[in-house]
């Protein structure tokens, strides 16, 4: 059974950058996509960028676009995601999400393997 770690989260100012860190354990099927959520406090998690181990084509929920870019190194079994431009409504808690399929889906309940999360602050 496939476990995600994740790190990399922390504080930073705005228009600054982080880069998280997903590591899988386990074995990894090429029929894997791997997504990054995030949750504010008192909010719904939402669904912010996905990658598709077999070809990497990726999704982005369009409030990250331009600013953030998820990658995959298939060797390290690690999943990125390079934050640039940070803004103070980045600030959550983000959740690195696994799921068997081919699909870039953006739904939070199609994913069944989740780590424990990291946070990010963003000061203005």
């Known amino acids: 059974q496939v476990q995600l770690v994740e790190s990399g989260g922390g504080l930073v100012q705005a228009g600054g950058s982080l880069r998280l860190s997903c590591v899988a354990s386990g074995r990894i099927f090429s029929n894997v996509v791997t997504g990054w959520f995030r949750q504010a406090p008192g909010k719904e998690r939402e669904f912010v960028a996905a990658?598709?181990?077999?070809?990497?084509?990726?999704r982005y929920v369009d409030s990250v676009k331009g600013r953030f870019t998820i990658s995959r190194d298939n060797a390290k079994k690690t999943v990125y995601l390079q934050m640039n431009a940070l803004k103070p409504e980045d600030t959550a808690v983000y959740y690195c999400?696994?799921?068997?399929?081919?699909?870039?889906?953006?739904?939070?309940?199609?994913?069944?393997?989740w780590g424990q999360g990291t946070q990010v602050t963003v000061s203005s």
């Open positions: 990658i598709r181990w077999s070809d990497g084509n990726t």
């Open positions: 999400a696994a799921r068997l399929g081919v699909v870039l889906t953006t739904t939070r309940t199609m994913y069944d393997t």
